[in-house]
């Protein structure tokens, strides 16, 4: 089975700074990797995804990186807003499993 | 599109009672899945359907919890008897296919008292 770990689970940052969350998988036949937001009272909601033959995307100000080696992808959000407050969930699926193992998220706190 | 529907949004019940917590899925998706959402424990995925078959229900914590899919556009999770240690917050998501992000609803807060 997969293992995701997620650090940290807490991330505090003053507006404008850049933020990194990171997370670790197991299972070395997962291919693809999800980041979720996920606001109080709601779902979490797909943010952005990488799939294994590409090392990074960019979407705006958020990006993800994948390393297949270490096993290790981030989340990167440039300079950081207030409304980018949320907790912030990881997920690796193995292909054709439909099955997304999930970190267990990070809270993001942005100080204005 | 208006995204993936759940109902009620908040239940209190006493325990004992039937609970049941109802999705729509997303139209012309094919997979959907049960979550519970908890402080302890994250969010664990409970049970997923593919084309309204379960597939995977390992994660359906004791046999008074229970999932249906009569059709491709409705689901219900059912607790009978439901216990205070249910309360969590339960999430229904769908997605078109394999390698594919989910979409989640807003989620039913469940408080067994």
């Known amino acids: 089975g997969e293992n995701v770990e997620q650090h940290p689970s807490t991330l505090s940052v003053q507006e404008g700074d850049n933020s990194i969350i990171n997370c670790a998988y197991s299972?070395?036949?997962?291919?693809?990797f999800i980041w979720y937001k996920q606001e109080s009272g709601k779902g979490p909601q797909f943010i952005i995804d990488i799939r294994s033959n590409v090392g990074e995307k960019k979407d705006q100000r958020i990006a993800v990186t994948l390393n297949k080696t270490a096993k290790h992808f981030s989340l990167h959000i440039t300079e950081t807003q207030p409304e980018d407050s949320a907790v912030y969930f990881c997920a690796a699926e193995e292909g054709g499993s439909y099955i997304p193992t999930f970190g267990r998220g990070t809270s993001l706190i942005v100080h204005p | 599109d208006a995204g993936v529907i759940q109902s009620p949004r908040h239940e209190v019940t006493e325990m004992g009672q039937e609970v049941t917590l109802r999705c729509k899925p997303i139209s012309g998706h094919n997979s959907l899945f049960w979550y519970r959402q908890t402080m302890m424990r994250g969010l664990e995925l409970l049970i997923y359907?593919?084309?309204?078959?379960?597939?995977?229900d390992s994660g359906m914590p004791e046999d008074r919890f229970s999932a249906k899919m009569p059709n491709a556009s409705f689901s219900t999770l059912k607790i009978q008897p439901s216990e205070p240690r249910d309360s969590a917050v339960y999430f229904c998501a769908s997605s078109a296919f394999s390698n594919q992000p989910q979409h989640f609803g807003d989620g039913t807060r469940l408080s067994i008292l």
């Open positions: 299972n070395s036949a997962s291919d693809y």
């Open positions: 359907f593919n084309n309204n078959v379960p597939i995977d």
